[in-house]
């Protein structure tokens, strides 16, 4: 009698698709990318009073309109969800809360770095776990996440700055260092205390420390183009 081979066992089949994360982890996700940017409109508008002159002042303040544009897209998606935005945000407003205790900008300078290089951080953490999303999550992440206002703004202003005083550069790079580092302890501790979004991490066969080396290189190479040394 011949042998029947299982067509699923065949080991040169592709793997199957890893199944979209549930409603509950989208909701978590979409609730940490929505406080996000909320808390990040708070801080530009506060920031902003550390500007040196009124036109920057107004630059910033006008950048940070389109965090809270961005808010807005995720709060009502949330409801189209079920959720209520104010509760899919609570869990993770202590993690915001001591990252922003332990990173409060001290001048001008200090807040556009992290603008550029702090926030982007977490910009590439949602880059990289939205990619298992549906279509439309995955969409609405990616439009939220495309807003350069602020980025470009301060961007512009760092360079400008190591341009005119090179010795700003060493100051300004430990700045970055630490914000990295904090942000990157951040996510982590966030990641790891919840299950659905380590999920989501973890979906596509990933895993949580490669996801952060990820983050670590990318944000050495946003400080180079900025004239930061890493």
Do not use: C
């Not at 544009?69 to 949330?78: F, G, I, Q």
């Not at 209520?84 to 409060?104: I, L, N, V, Y």
């Not at 944000?219 to 900025?226: A, F, G, L, P």
């Amino acid at each position: 009698m011949s042998e029947t081979t299982d067509p699923a066992a065949r080991p040169d089949d592709p793997a199957p698709a890893a199944a979209a994360p549930s409603r509950e982890a989208v909701i978590d996700l979409l609730g940490l990318l929505a406080l996000g940017e909320l808390l990040a409109f708070e801080r530009m508008v506060y920031d902003a009073r550390l500007a040196p002159d009124l036109g920057r002042r107004a630059a910033l303040s006008e950048a940070a309109v389109g965090e809270i544009r961005n808010y807005r897209l995720l709060a009502d998606r949330l409801s189209e969800l079920g959720a209520d935005p104010g509760d899919a945000m609570a869990p993770f407003k202590e993690a915001f809360r001591s990252f922003d205790a332990s990173t409060s900008p001290r001048d001008w300078l200090e807040a556009l770095v992290k603008v550029y290089l702090g926030d982007a951080v977490a910009d590439d953490f949602f880059r990289v776990v939205s990619a298992g999303l549906e279509e439309r999550d995955r969409t609405l992440i990616e439009t939220v996440l495309a807003e350069t206002g602020a980025s470009d703004l301060a961007a512009a202003e760092i360079r400008a700055a190591v341009e005119a005083d090179p010795a700003v550069t060493g100051r300004l790079s430990l700045w970055a260092r630490r914000l990295v580092g904090e942000g990157i302890n951040r996510a982590q501790g966030v990641a790891a205390a919840n299950e659905r979004l380590t999920g989501i991490i973890v979906g596509d066969g990933g895993t949580l420390d490669a996801l952060l080396r990820r983050l670590t290189r990318a944000h050495q190479d946003r400080m180079k183009s900025v004239g930061l040394n890493n």
